[in-house]
């Protein structure tokens, strides 16, 4: 019973000192991010680089932009896999989409940047671009003749135009400015502007009752819950509350609730932006550059938002509260399930498994990430467990690029549409690359230098080129002994 | 009888769609049969890269959004 109540305990510090430390000034912004992406960017201003006519040199950079910018949810991903694969571009670019989609959308990006630190951000970032072309132009040679057999019909899927009003593009950069302001860590953002004491003498204690019901280890990397993340924790239930009954039925009409709910986030944003210190007589309140910051993207947010059409606003609107109600729930029960986990996981146990950078420890991850299926950004949580428990950089990216692309659920997706062997094929690329990416990221961590680093990674692609070269002359030589003709589908 | 296809994979938006879809038939008083696309193939060859879609009567609506009831009611009207 006493280590039942351990666990529990463990998974809910775990869920508190995470909805009070990332929440808010990461994921609210960036779900309104991701809402004003789905609803507001024309698909057609990007898919029209990815046409049949399209030269490649164009369509697999546009692939890679597709997938950060318009797949932002399987109600896009999975259909303009489909055209591209189909009727546009081809295996080689749909391949490019699809790895580069779950790593590079803008929910995952500020995730990981919030949880694992910027420099993960970036490395998952530019390694799922750079590997993501690379699978795709792998798949594309190696599959070569089945691409010239696909049905050849119009190109009307693609020959769309578009281009983004000025107001919905204002909107999308001044959130991403409100996201930004809110987390990125800059002196003058964290100076303190001027501050005033509260007399609030119960703060104090409150702060220690807190710290009593979660402790605070940095050596564990439990982070604790301070009063601001109490009070924190309170609006966003609030927030809920007002969200349930505020933008349910947003694309019908706007009620009484959607303002308070709006209000509620705005207020959000701005309050933790504040910095709340308890002090002996009660609570100082500090106002920083962060809240000017995130106050002017704020209102120019309203500004840009009170410039859109009725409709358009609503969409938005609704996209953002559909991610909500489609992520959150699972990343709350993933992080208290982590929170729990972590309590039993000894660390000697990773730190022998894949406390270095070699290629075993790499295998395993991926592996670890293939057989593990965590939903939409609940690997990230799971990484930063491993991170606080001694792995290793270099296996954990590998990890973070093995499980989103390789999850079942989109194994099985990809083979309905491709095709079994072009899976295996795909399931295989991606277990190379990412292994590759994690020895990679590994080393620079370790102080490799970016010389060394850009050698290994040259080296990697001259390798991979080789092979290529290598299959396609016992191709034109011998013909393949189950597919004298190449591959019909 | 008028058909109504709601494009597909089941995900949150396509079954928001085709409550909004059964609500503005019914309040026309429009009699519809009501069918769900899964298959991929089928729902690229209706020109749709945005799922949710609805079709009516062979005629592709909307895409890539939830339209309002209104609206649904003008189309089924056309």
């Known amino acids: 019973m006493g280590t039942f109540l351990h666990l529990v305990n463990g998974g809910l510090g775990n869920l508190a000192a995470y909805l009070a430390a990332h929440v808010l000034l990461c994921l609210l912004p960036a779900f309104f991010i991701a809402g004003a992406m789905a609803a507001l960017i024309p698909k057609a201003s990007v898919t029209r680089w990815l046409g049949r006519k399209t030269s490649p040199r164009v369509s697999y950079p546009a692939a890679a932009a597709a997938g950060s910018l318009l797949a932002v949810c399987s109600c896009t991903i999975v259909p303009l896999f489909a055209g591209i694969y189909t009727k546009g571009a081809g295996l080689g670019p749909a391949i490019t989409f699809l790895f580069f989609a779950p790593a590079g959308n803008v929910l995952a990006l500020a995730y990981t940047g919030s949880i694992l630190g910027p420099e993960f951000a970036a490395a998952r970032l530019l390694l799922c671009l750079v590997f993501g072309i690379g699978i795709g132009l792998l798949m594309a040679i190696l599959f070569r003749q089945d691409d010239a057999t696909r049905d050849a019909r119009t190109d009307a899927l693609f020959a769309g135009e578009g281009s983004m009003e000025p107001a919905a593009l204002g909107l999308l950069l001044a959130l991403i400015a409100a996201l930004v302001a809110g987390t990125l860590k800059l002196a003058v953002l964290s100076a303190t502007l001027f501050s005033i004491e509260l007399p609030l003498p119960f703060a104090q204690s409150w702060q220690s009752q807190l710290l009593e019901w979660v402790p605070f280890d940095a050596a564990k990397g439990e982070e604790g819950v301070t009063v601001q993340g109490s009070l924190l924790i309170l609006l966003l239930v609030l927030i809920g509350a007002a969200a349930w009954q505020g933008l349910e039925n947003i694309t019908e009409r706007a009620n009484r609730w959607t303002w308070i709910a709006l209000g509620l986030a705005a207020a959000t944003l701005l309050f933790a932006a504040l910095r709340l210190t308890p002090t002996a007589g009660g609570l100082e309140l500090a106002v920083t550059g962060r809240v000017l910051a995130v106050a002017i993207a704020l209102w120019a947010v309203l500004h840009f938002g009170r410039r859109l059409q009725v409709d358009r606003w609503q969409a938005w609107l609704w996209e953002s509260w559909r991610f909500v109600k489609q992520v959150f729930p699972l990343l709350v029960v993933g992080v208290f399930v982590v929170g729990v986990v972590r309590q039993v996981i000894r660390p000697e146990w990773i730190e022998s498994l894949a406390g270095t950078n070699d290629l075993l420890a790499n295998a395993v991850a991926v592996l670890f990430g293939v057989f593990m299926y965590f939903p939409t950004l609940v690997e990230v949580p799971v990484a930063r467990m491993f991170l606080d428990l001694g792995m290793h950089p270099g296996p954990l990216l590998a990890y973070l690029m093995a499980d989103p692309e390789l999850s079942l659920q989109s194994m099985l997706m990809v083979a309905a549409v491709i095709g079994r062997r072009k899976t295996a094929a795909y399931v295989a690329l991606v277990a190379l690359f990412s292994m590759s990416a994690g020895l990679l990221y590994g080393a620079w961590v370790d102080g490799a230098g970016i010389a060394r680093t850009a050698l290994l990674l040259t080296g990697f692609v001259a390798a991979l080129a080789g092979a290529v070269a290598w299959v396609e002359r016992r191709r034109e030589g011998v013909p393949h002994p189950l597919h004298p003709r190449g591959e019909q589908r | ?78």
């Open chain 2, 1 to 78: 009888m008028t058909t109504v296809k709601i494009l597909g994979s089941g995900c949150a938006n396509c079954r928001k769609l085709e409550a909004v879809a059964r609500e503005a038939a019914a309040s026309a008083g429009v009699e519809a049969e009501f069918v769900k696309v899964t298959d991929m193939k089928t729902i690229v060859d209706y020109g749709v890269l945005s799922t949710p879609g609805l079709v009516i009567d062979e005629k592709l609506v909307s895409s890539g959004r939830i339209p309002t009831q209104a609206e649904v009611k003008q189309w089924l009207a056309a």
